[in-house]
């Protein structure tokens, strides 16, 4: 029995303290964030190879375009302003390969120049900038030498890197070299929704080796060309974790699968890069009840079951203690830890409060038990092209009217803020838990 207990057993006073009720605070320094990435937001990326791919019918649920995307590219200044007017202090942001190198080997300084605009808008907001160098697309130049199943590319790509170290590294604090290499190579060559539409076991082993070495040697070029006595900088991965559970619990088979697919989806990339990871950066969106389904070949033998559970306007399973699960799973690896994304698709804006309340609860937890996790980036910013998916699903704290670029910040945006002003969650956030109203 606690002390409180005990005194009122003793009939006592209830002590002033019980009415204060506690915050669940986040170590100080903690990063409140949020993520977007070029293709999605800025607009007019006409050198890429998603660029291309959109206009082939059928590769865009919707038919429609990326465009003119969320305007970001010329309204990035009121973006970070509202960002930062509801306390974030951290940003996760993609740059454009295609922008910086539109032809092989020559580099555009203008492009060069916005970006330096970019981070610098960013660091007088005195952000923490994290910044990917790989954000799924890649130059048509590039694209039509064989993109990442060429060796080459891993030169191209160490290149590209060099250049932006050198040129911008003054102003980025944590680097991301590829950001989910495992989406990357299924979407692209395993089942052909991306480009380049391959529908190849080889070819995706190429590209995953590809992209293994390429993260590699870009590590080895950020720390060579940037750490100074004084300051290290952090170079890692966001990887795409999957929280993966047996559906039928009591099925040998269905827990066999769960573990083969945890070490092949989670953690084979990491296998194949130790030593070159300073952080580990978790995307978490899934959680796959998963059924091993023999003649399901289609599907490589299994099935993702989400009956009677709830989800996000896109289908995916709502399930926050995933988020836990995964951290839990990475932890192995003793490295910090970075939520480099995470979010949900949904109009209903009061379901994104509970989402974003109950998932940092998670990561509170995670931490409380002694985990290492730094920092929180939000996905997504703005409501933005998801890919394959078009403009349907919207992930912003920000609504995007995208007939007028208007931004519309959505409640979601002050309730994070909440929480990133108190570096903690308040008693009063705590009521969006519970279950979602469908
Ligand atoms: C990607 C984002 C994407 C988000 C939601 C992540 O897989 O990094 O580009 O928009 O998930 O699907």
Redesign the pocket.
Same mark, same amino acid.
């Given at each position: 029995m606690d002390l409180v207990e005990t005194k009122i057993a003793r009939g006592a006073e209830i002590p002033e303290e019980v009415h204060e009720h506690p915050v669940l605070k986040f170590p100080p320094g903690f990063l409140w964030g949020s #993520?977007t #990435?070029s293709h999605?937001v800025e607009g007019g990326n006409d050198k890429n190879d998603w660029w291309e791919w959109e206009k082939k019918p059928h590769h865009i649920a919707d038919g429609t375009l990326s465009g003119s995307a969320s305007g970001h590219y010329a309204r990035y200044k009121e973006d970070f302003a509202l960002a930062r007017n509801n306390h974030q202090n951290a940003h996760r942001l993609s740059i454009e390969w295609s922008r910086v190198e539109p032809t092989k080997g020559e580099w555009n300084v203008s492009e060069l120049r916005h970006y330096r605009d970019v981070l610098m808008e960013l660091k007088s907001h005195s952000f923490t900038v994290m910044l990917t160098l790989h954000? @799924?697309t890649i130059p048509t130049w590039l694209a039509d030498e064989g993109g990442w199943e060429n060796p080459r590319t891993i030169f191209y790509f160490n290149r590209f890197v060099k250049w932006v170290a050198d040129e911008l590294g003054d102003l980025v604090d944590i680097w991301v070299t590829v *950001? $989910?290499p495992m989406?990357y190579v299924s979407q692209g060559y395993l089942y052909g929704a991306w480009p380049p539409g391959k529908k190849s076991i080889i070819s995706s082993y190429r590209v995953f080796r590809n992209l293994t070495r390429a993260h590699k040697k870009a590590y080895l070029t950020l720390h060579d060309t940037l750490d100074r006595r004084d300051r290290t900088v952090k170079v890692g991965i +966001?990887q *795409?974790v999957i929280s993966f559970e047996p559906y039928r619990r009591h099925k040998m088979i269905d827990m066999w699968f769960v573990r083969f697919a945890d070490r092949l989806w989670n953690h084979w990339f990491f296998s194949r890069t130790k030593r070159h990871h300073d952080f580990i950066g978790i995307?978490y969106?899934f959680h796959y009840r998963v059924a091993f389904v023999p003649r399901d070949y289609a599907h490589f033998f299994f099935q993702v079951r989400n009956e009677n559970r709830e989800v996000s306007d896109v289908g995916w399973e709502v399930y926050p203690p995933g988020i836990f699960r995964v951290i839990a799973d990475m932890a192995s690896y003793g490295k910090p830890m970075y939520i480099t $994304?995470n979010?949900i +698709?949904v109009t209903n804006d009061d379901k994104r409060n509970r989402f974003i309340v109950a998932h940092v609860k998670e990561i509170y937890h995670a931490i409380a038990a002694g985990m290492d996790v730094r920092g929180y980036f939000h996905? #997504?910013l703005l409501d933005?092209f998801?890919?394959e998916k078009g403009f349907g699903?919207r @992930?912003g704290l920000i609504e995007v009217d995208y007939a007028t670029m208007e931004r519309r910040p959505r409640k979601s945006l002050g309730i994070y803020g909440e929480i990133a002003q108190e570096n903690g969650i308040k008693h009063d956030l705590l009521r969006f838990l519970g279950h979602m109203v469908k």
């Open positions: #993520s #990435s999605q954000h @799924f *950001n $989910e989406i +966001a *795409n995307n969106y $994304e979010g +698709a996905w #997504s933005n998801e890919w699903p @992930f």
